[in-house]
């Protein structure tokens, strides 16, 4: 379906983002911070997977891929299910991480998205997902929110590594 094959594809797009900004990044370069407070590469690729292996874990019903030993290897000091949303300075400074670590879990949520968007129909884009917000959420608006915000995410890291790359 070709609905389908396009959000497959922007999805894909947001994973080649991801590997170009984590390649070859130590975790002193995935910690560096912008006028020391500003969100760093680590914390943004680590909240951008953590929205999507969210949103998609809760419109597919299934587990998120975060809660199948991701978060003890990452070993944060955060809450089990803490995506990032309205971080303090003090929260986005305490995800460290490894490029590794990082592109490993984003891998597995890329697949886990791609499984799921490959077992959809066209009517399954129509439900209603969300029903806290007005209008009702669709699952085709909930898809195109986390394509949206992820992209962003995405773009905030390249900048941030682009900032990186001048300071050394």
């Not at 999507?52 to 891929?65: G, L, R």
């Not at 990452?74 to 995800?95: C, K, M, Q, R």
């Not at 890329?110 to 969300?130: G, I, P, R, W």
């Amino acid at each position: 379906m070709v609905a389908n094959t396009l959000l497959v594809d922007a999805f894909g797009r947001i994973q080649e983002v991801v590997h170009q900004v984590l390649k070859d990044l130590s975790q002193e370069d995935l910690a560096f911070r912008p006028n020391g407070t500003a969100n760093s590469i680590g914390w943004l690729v680590w909240h951008l997977t953590r929205v999507q292996d969210d949103h998609i874990a809760d419109v597919a019903h299934t587990k998120q891929v975060w809660h199948t030993g991701w978060s003890q290897r990452f070993a944060l000091s955060l809450g089990a299910d803490d995506t990032g949303y309205g971080h303090s300075s003090n929260e986005v400074a305490a995800v460290k991480t490894s490029a590794d670590l990082l592109l490993g879990y984003y891998d597995a949520v890329h697949t886990a998205t791609v499984n799921y968007l490959q077992s959809l129909k066209d009517e399954d884009y129509a439900k209603v997902v969300d029903t806290r917000w007005d209008p009702p959420v669709t699952l085709e608006a909930r898809l195109v929110s986390v394509i949206t915000d992820d992209l962003q995410h995405a773009g905030q890291a390249a900048y941030v590594r682009g900032l990186l790359s001048n300071r050394k």
